[in-house]
């Protein structure tokens, strides 16, 4: 009797298993004579999907598709004309699959899909390239996931203009959990909702217009911490050819940095307005040279200070900390390429700035406090404290700044070029408080310093002294401040053509000459 009701039981087992294998393989055989038809004739997405091989399991509730590969439809008529998305995907699996949805609609319906090896070209036809329209939408007819990654990815975005890379991303890494995606989100600004994401990649190169190219290694990002191990930001051009196409003035960048990293940030569209909030930005180790040539024609439009500069941004920005720290920062102007430029150098150099906002929709706000603490010429040390207030309309400022023990030589590398002259002797101490706005500024500049003696050079040689503008020069200069810090009052008007650093160098200038001459 017991081996009776055994017999039955393996025998119901048995029966059990053999359905669901019979199951599995006829359900098999029907996904993969359907899913050709699923994917590219019973959708209405512009893309063409093809595969060698496809493997389904029930029991798994799993699709495995191998090298996939995938084309705009419009491409199989106009292969010259390239638009779109093309790609080449070693496999992509499908985990979690709705079976029913996929037996009687003509949507995949899972829970995540995993991408590995993805060679990814993204030929942007368009003047705006919609990451909605273009990605998010026309797969979303196909598929629905909640979770998505991508393992071990190359991503290329080629230009409309020349067919040549405007971005290359090197050994992607992705994912991103709880997807949300429906008619209403498609229609937002950010075309999906989600719980998390993670991204890495080995390396990156952008080519953001005609004059720059930005390089990366390393990038991590996260929902709210993002970090870039070892960019730069190059001109494409040398100096001379860079100059020779600027129909004005204007600054040449070169910037090489070891890090940059974004701590607790956080961004997105509050109704359509977007926002970026930030608790910490540093910056490591970064070297940039700033150079401007006056060769070209000045540019005579007005120059805005920095609080109304971030006072009419038009998004919310809010920026906690900013800190630069153990970086280098050069300066260099030229008059004449002929004559070579006069530089500036800060090394040593550690910056932090707090409360950074815009002024979009805000009524109230704390002062931007800016604190900078380096080697001026890589020689003294060098102070300074600025503040000001974004909702200031007359875009007030202090600045306030102290320099100690300075070998004036350091700074004939600025003036032999520039202005003609080079100075000897010692800056023991300088000190200066200026307020201002966008008219005018006054304060306070004070001066201590020794042994000055100053040398002119000849116009047509500029190798050679001019002894009579030296001789002048040395009678009207005072050679030392008698051993006190001599203090005067400062007052001039801004030339609003002319950036901040220039107002500065202007209070600075008239110090100066109150003291020296």
């Known amino acids: 009797m017991d081996l009776r009701k055994y017999k039955k039981t393996f025998f119901g087992i048995g029966i059990a298993i053999l359905i669901v294998f019979i199951l599995d393989i006829s359900i098999n055989i029907w996904i993969k004579h359907q899913l050709p038809s699923i994917i590219n004739e019973k959708n209405d997405s512009s893309y063409f999907i093809t595969y060698k091989n496809v493997e389904v399991s029930l029991l798994n509730r799993s699709i495995l598709a191998e090298n996939v590969v ?10 010259i004309s390239k638009k779109g998305i093309y790609a080449k995907v070693k496999t992509i699996e499908i985990q979690n699959v709705n079976v029913l949805s996929l037996l009687f609609s003509n949507k995949i319906k899972a829970n995540t899909i995993a991408i590995t090896t993805p060679e990814i070209i993204i030929y942007n036809k368009e003047n705006k390239h919609s990451v909605r329209n273009s990605v998010v939408a026309p797969f979303e007819k196909i598929i629905k996931v909640s979770n998505v990654k991508l393992i071990q990815g190359d991503l290329k975005l080629i230009s409309k203009e020349d067919d040549v890379p405007i971005l290359s991303v090197q050994n992607i890494n992705f994912t991103i959990d709880g997807i949300l995606i429906t008619d209403d989100i498609l229609n937002k600004n950010i075309p999906l909702e989600y719980e998390n994401y993670t991204f890495s990649c080995d390396s990156l190169f952008y080519h953001p217009n005609a004059f720059y190219n930005l390089k990366t290694h390393k990038i991590s990002i996260s929902k709210n911490n993002f970090k870039i191990n070892d960019f730069k930001m190059l001109p494409t051009f040398s100096r001379n050819e860079f100059v020779s196409k600027l129909p004005k003035e204007k600054d040449i960048y070169t910037l090489i940095g070891k890090s940059i990293e974004f701590k607790n940030s956080d961004w997105g569209f509050e109704k359509d307005d977007f926002y970026f909030h930030c608790q910490t930005i540093t910056l490591e180790q970064l070297n940039a040279n700033i150079f401007r040539s ?12 920095y609080n109304k500069l971030l006072r009419e941004m038009k998004f919310d920005l809010q920026i906690d900390t900013l800190k630069v720290q153990n970086s280098k920062l050069v300066y260099e102007e030229e008059k004449s390429s002929e004559i070579g430029a006069g530089l500036l150098r800060f090394n040593r150099f ?3 700035a707090t ?4 002024g979009f929709k805000k009524s109230k706000l704390p002062d931007v406090k800016i604190e900078i603490d380096c080697r001026f010429m890589n020689n003294a040390p060098f102070y300074v404290n600025w503040n000001f207030n974004v909702l200031d309309k007359s875009d007030g400022f202090n600045i306030q700044g102290k320099l100690t023990n300075f070998q004036t030589e350091q700074m ?3 003036t032999k070029p520039y202005m003609n002259f080079t100075t000897k002797g010692v800056f023991n101490e300088v000190r200066f408080n200026f307020r201002g706005n966008d008219v005018k500024s006054s304060g306070n500049f004070a001066l201590k310093y020794d042994d000055l003696d100053v040398t002119v050079f000849q116009k047509e040689s500029r190798k050679k002294k001019n002894k009579v503008l030296s001789f002048i020069a040395n009678i009207f200069v005072k050679k030392d401040s008698d051993e006190k810090v001599k203090e005067v009052t400062v007052e001039v008007e801004r030339n609003q053509e002319k950036s901040f650093f220039n107002y500065l160098w202007i209070n600075v200038a008239e110090g100066l000459k109150k003291i020296l001459i």
Do not use: Q
Request: hydrophobic share 35%; glycine share 0%; charged share 30%.
């Open 412 to 414: 004939n590398a600025f």
């Open 350 to 352: 550690n910056l932090k």
């Open 355 to 358: 409360n950074i906002n815009s």
């Open 70 to 79: 995938v084309v705009p439809k419009a491409s199989l008529k106009d292969s």
């Open 294 to 305: 006056k060769e070209p024609v000045d540019d005579l439009n007005k120059k805005h200070l």
